[in-house]
C-alpha cells in the first residue's frame, strides 16, 4: 500500500453535487477533513479574505492549485447537501469522507448548465431514499395538495412516451418530484441524465455499501497480478452498476468470472461515464470485438492498447465501492 501526499488545500465545489461553494459566505457550507481526525462537520467556517484561506477548527486550507500527486486536506460541502444526506441516513456510521470519495466523479461539473438542489429536489430524495418516517413538512404539502396531486395523476395517466416529452420541458427538480413516488425507471433515469443530481443519489446509495468496521483507508493503491481465472466484481450506485474490483477472489454477490489466455492480456478496455467504471474488457475476438466482462451496449470506449503488462496498479479513494485504474 501506498499514500500519496496530503496538502493544506480544497477544491471550492461542494463534495455532494459538485457546484461552486461560495467561500466567502460561510453560513452556506461546511468541511469534513480527507483524513482521520477531529470530527469539525458541525464547525462553522471562518474565510481569510486577505489571504483567502477557510479555517475550519485547526484546520486551515487554500483553494489555489495543488500538485499533481496530492490530495486535499478538507472536503466543502453545502449545508443544504449535507442536511439532505444526513436526514436520509441519520445515524450512519460511514465517516463523509468515505461517502464523498466514493462518489467523486472523473469530470468537473458546467456551472452554467446545471443549477444546485432545491427544495424540490430534497422532496423526491428523501420520498425515493429516505425512511418511511422521514418527511418534511413541505413533503406532506406538496404530495397533499390538491393542485400538485391533480399534477401528479394527470402526468401519470399519460402513454410512456408522452410523459418522457413533458418532462423534457421541466426543470430536472419537478420533474423528479413528479416521479419519486411510482415511476421509478423514469426518476432513475432523470437522475442519471443530470450529473448534480447523480452525484447525491451516489452519495445516498454508498452509505449502505460501506462498512465502517471494514472499510479500507482511502488514498491507497495495491497492485493487482493477472491470471488466467479472474473475478470482477460490480456495485450498484445510482441505478448503474460500477467495477468494485477485481482478484482471485470476492465477496460481491455480482460477480463476473473471466478467463484470460495464460494470465496475458491483449489490451485494457474501460468503458466509463463521470462517476465511474461501467465495465472493463482484456482481450478482443478474431472480429476485433471486446469481451467486455459483463454484457454492456454503450458504444463510447476508453482503450489502453498496451499488450504487454502482467499486473495493474489499482489506486483507490475507497476500495470496497469505486476504484481508479492505472498501469
Known sequence: MGRLH??????????????????ENTLSYRATLTQPGSTIE????????????????????????RN?????CIYLMHRFCLELYQEIWPSSAVPLRHVITAARPTCSI?????????ELDGVALISKFGP??????FSDW???????????HAVKVLPLELREIVFSYCQVDLALAITSY????????????????????ACIEVSPLSEPDTIQEIFTEKAVKLSEKLKISFVSIAGQKYLQGIGQDSSSLDTMEITICKGRPQLLALRVDPLGILNVAFEADAKGHLKWARPNTRKHDVV????????????????????????
Open 6 to 23: 496530503h496538502e493544506a488545500c480544497h477544491e471550492p465545489i461542494c463534495g455532494f453535487c459538485g457546484l461552486p461553494v461560495d467561500e
Open 42 to 65: 458541525l464547525t462553522e467556517p471562518t474565510f481569510d479574505k486577505i489571504n483567502r484561506r477557510v479555517r475550519v477548527g485547526p484546520v486551515t486550507s487554500h483553494s489555489g492549485g
Open 68 to 72: 499533481q500527486n496530492s490530495y486535499p
Open 110 to 118: 458546467d456551472a452554467y448548465r446545471h443549477y444546485p438542489l432545491s
Open 132 to 137: 418511511p418516517t422521514s418527511r418534511r413538512p
Open 142 to 152: 406538496m404530495f397533499n395538495s390538491k393542485t400538485f396531486s391533480s399534477l401528479i
Open 182 to 201: 411510482n415511476d421509478h425507471s423514469i426518476f432513475t433515469k432523470l437522475v442519471r441524465e443530470d450529473i448534480t443530481r447523480k452525484r447525491i443519489a
Open 304 to 327: 489502453l492498447d498496451i499488450r504487454k503488462f502482467a499486473a495493474i496498479r489499482v489506486v483507490s479513494d475507497v476500495s470496497t465501492v469505486t476504484q481508479k485504474w492505472n498501469l
